[in-house]
């Protein structure tokens, strides 16, 4: 366990940019951890975080804004979830982006359906930068404060090593049913 904290300490940075490009908020609240124990910087690491997360969805609304055909090729077996995307937008406005950034599995989708409408790029790099800013002090600080209770609770999934497939798998399940209920086709009477 020492040996994974020393990596995880020497590479925790780079994993953490890398992680958040594309979301990451598990290795936000890891970097939180370690940085409660004294293994990372938490400044550091909430400033990676956001970076990685603002950068991450500003590439994905420019990439399908610019790259369209490329883009809504890979996104054919996920048009329920664009459309979610699109009803939460019309629903909610411009707090679809803060909101976005807490929901998983919506995430990726929200940035990529608000760059196929004609919404303003400079408007939603703007949202986005200060909504990373929120997800990054919000995860990061809560799981900084919630360090001894986090830690605890991780050398615990370490020694009962059964369980984190368990608790992978049940809110994997979880996320997927939700998904598939918000997105499923009504049928019309």
Same mark, same amino acid.
């Given at each position: 366990?020492?040996?994974?904290?020393?990596?995880?300490?020497?590479? @925790?940075?780079?994993?953490?940019?890398?992680?958040?490009? =594309? =979301?990451? &908020?598990?290795?936000?609240?890891?970097?939180?951890?370690?940085?409660?124990? @004294?293994?990372?910087?938490? #400044?550091?690491?909430?400033?990676?975080? %956001? #970076?990685?997360?603002?950068?991450?969805?500003?590439?994905?609304?420019?990439?399908?804004?610019?790259?369209?055909?490329?883009?809504?090729?890979?996104?054919?077996?996920?048009?329920?979830?664009?459309?979610?995307?699109?009803?939460?937008?019309?629903?909610?406005?411009?707090?679809?982006? %803060?909101?976005?950034?807490?929901?998983? @599995?919506?995430?990726?989708?929200?940035?990529?359906?608000? !760059?196929?409408?004609?919404?303003? %790029?400079?408007?939603? !790099?703007?949202?986005?930068? &200060?909504?990373?800013?929120?997800?990054?002090? !919000?995860?990061?600080?809560?799981?900084?404060? &919630? @360090?001894?209770?986090?830690?605890?609770?991780?050398? %615990?999934? #370490?020694?009962?090593?059964?369980? !984190?497939?368990?608790?992978?798998?049940?809110?994997?399940?979880?996320?997927?049913?939700?998904?598939?209920?918000?997105?499923?086709?009504?049928?019309?009477?």
């Amino acid at each position: 366990m020492e040996d994974t904290l020393n990596n995880l300490a020497t590479y @925790g940075y780079i994993g953490l940019f890398l992680y958040s490009l =594309g =979301g990451g &908020f598990v290795g936000l609240v890891a970097a939180g951890v370690l940085s409660f124990m @004294g293994k990372m910087d938490l #400044s550091l690491s909430i400033a990676i975080a %956001f #970076s990685a997360n603002a950068l991450g969805d500003i590439l994905l609304f420019w990439l399908t804004r610019y790259q369209k055909t490329m883009m809504v090729e890979g996104l054919r077996k996920h048009r329920r979830k664009v459309a979610l995307a699109h009803i939460l937008m019309k629903k909610n406005g411009d707090w679809v982006i %803060f909101i976005q950034k807490f929901i998983y @599995g919506l995430k990726t989708v929200v940035p990529i359906a608000i !760059a196929l409408t004609k919404y303003d %790029f400079k408007k939603f !790099a703007i949202l986005n930068v &200060f909504a990373a800013a929120i997800w990054a002090l !919000a995860f990061g600080l809560s799981s900084y404060y &919630f @360090g001894a209770v986090l830690s605890k609770f991780a050398m %615990f999934i #370490s020694d009962n090593k059964w369980l !984190a497939p368990v608790i992978l798998i049940t809110i994997g399940g979880a996320t997927w049913l939700y998904m598939e209920k918000v997105t499923k086709k009504k049928k019309k009477r």
